[in-house]
Structures are given as structure tokens and as C-alpha cells.
């Protein structure tokens, strides 16, 4: 059974950086893709940013160009670099791991919060 273990969270001010680690255990041979949603109350959970195991790298519109995607095959990690955070990032990030058969894994969540 797939567990997907987040960290790296936190409070940072406008303009600063964070980086989100998400591990994954149990039956990741099957993996299709990794990456991040995130929901902010009030809102839907949206696609941040996604990996696929070929390594292409998907980008929400409204993060691109300060967000990066990234993983480490030999640790089963996908990492978010986000920089130059807003007030407008703040929200749980979330963990997903697709697999072969389409079957969708989430983590707990990490709450994000940008604030001065």
C-alpha cells in the first residue's frame, strides 16, 4: 500500500522561498506520476504542479515561473521549489501519486502560509 509521507511546510513572509518534500513508500514500482495539489479555504483543490516518471514536468499557469517541480528516483521523493511566494499561495499542499491504473494516493497535507 502506497503511503505518501509530505514536509516542509511553514510560515514565510512575501518574496520568500520554500521547498515541499513529498516520500513515498509501498508499491511505487507502479508509479505514473507525482505531484501537487493545493486548497485554500473557501476553494477547490488545484494542480499545482505534476512529474511524470519520464521526468517531463508540468506547471500550473499561475505558478510558473516561481514554482519548480523535481524528483529523486532513488529516494521515491518529488520536491516543489516555490519562490517568490505570494499571500495568494497560502494553502494546504497536498501530495499525489498516480499510478499505472489510474488509481490516485494523497498525503495529509502540508499547510503553506505567506504572510508578513
Known amino acids: 500500500q502506497v503511503q505518501l509521507v509530505e514536509s516542509g511546510g511553514g510560515l514565510v513572509q512575501p518574496g520568500g522561498s520554500l521547498r515541499l518534500s513529498c516520500a513515498a513508500s509501498?508499491?511505487?514500482?507502479?508509479?505514473?506520476?507525482m505531484g501537487w495539489h493545493r486548497q485554500a479555504p473557501g476553494n477547490q483543490r488545484e494542480l499545482v504542479a505534476r512529474?511524470?516518471?519520464?521526468?517531463?514536468?508540468l506547471i500550473a499557469d499561475y505558478v510558473k515561473g516561481r514554482f519548480t517541480i523535481s524528483k529523486d528516483s532513488a529516494k521515491d521523493t518529488v520536491y516543489l521549489q516555490m519562490n517568490n511566494l505570494e499571500p495568494e499561495d497560502t494553502a494546504v499542499y497536498y501530495c499525489?501519486?498516480?499510478?499505472?491504473?489510474?488509481?490516485?494516493?494523497w498525503g495529509q497535507g502540508t499547510q503553506v502560509t505567506v504572510s508578513s
Open positions: 499525489e501519486l498516480v499510478n499505472y491504473g489510474g488509481l490516485t494516493v
Open positions: 512529474i511524470w516518471n519520464t521526468g517531463s514536468p
Open positions: 509501498g508499491g511505487v514500482f507502479q508509479t505514473y506520476a
